[in-house]
């Protein structure tokens, strides 16, 4: 499976947008990147999925490098409820399988 | 849309005894699900990939005869830790993916059951 490097954490005050950086340079060209966030105590949640193109919906916007060897997941206000593990993981062609990482632990500051 | 539900959310039981744990796709037909496992502070663990009507594929690692996976109908996956013990505490969340769109391997979780062998 294609890996994904994302930071150990990340901290952000409410209210400010969160930029969360995930690197894929070994991305193969039918993987998809897919953002799952998971607070505690809960299942993952899912958050975003993107090919080629950046993408956007009502929880945030996935923005692709050109060589779609790096991704940002953008939080455009963080709120409290916001403070999860976020997870970067690739997939694509007739493997459905998603490999968790350690994700990127984001604390919201009041 | 694409709720995934689980029951229990919280099972203690005695060790030598089997749990089994339900996984529901509400609102859809899910023709693929899966198992996860979570120790705490650690990441998620594909444990099996459950399709309707066939045998469960399992990871490497996972006993098959130990955890039992039941994908009986479109919207109902099951998995019955067998001869549970303490060291098979843990969180499981069970996921499902949308049929229509397998390819791009969105999955829905469920919020997962809180295992304790006592």
């Known amino acids: 499976d294609a890996k994904t490097t994302q930071p150990n954490s990340m901290e952000s005050n409410e209210e400010e947008p969160v930029h969360l950086p995930c690197n894929h340079s070994t991305i193969s060209g039918t993987d998809y990147i897919h953002w799952y966030r998971q607070l505690p105590s809960q299942g993952p949640e899912y958050v975003i999925h993107?090919?080629?193109s950046n993408v956007n919906n009502r929880m945030a916007s996935l923005a692709i490098a050109e060589d779609r060897k790096s991704s940002t997941l953008i939080l455009h206000r963080a709120t409290l409820r916001d403070a999860a593990v976020y997870y970067c993981i690739l997939s694509g062609g007739s493997n459905y399988k998603l490999t968790f990482g350690k994700g990127t632990l984001l604390t919201v500051n009041p | 849309g694409a709720v995934v539900s689980q029951h229990p959310s919280r099972v203690i039981c005695k060790s030598g005894t089997s749990v089994k744990i339900e996984c529901r796709s509400l609102?859809?037909?899910?023709?693929?699900m899966f198992w996860y496992r979570q120790f705490p502070k650690q990441s998620l663990m594909l444990m099996a990939t459950s399709n309707e009507g066939s045998k469960a594929t399992y990871e490497q690692g996972v006993e098959k005869d130990k955890f039992l996976i039941n994908h009986a109908s479109l919207t109902l996956s099951t998995l019955t830790v067998t001869s549970a013990h303490p060291e098979d505490s843990s969180f499981y969340i069970c996921s499902a993916s949308l049929p229509d769109r397998p390819s791009t391997d969105t999955q829905y979780f469920g919020p997962g059951t809180r295992l304790t062998v006592l």
């Open positions: 609102d859809f037909q899910a023709t693929t």
């Open positions: 993107g090919l080629t």
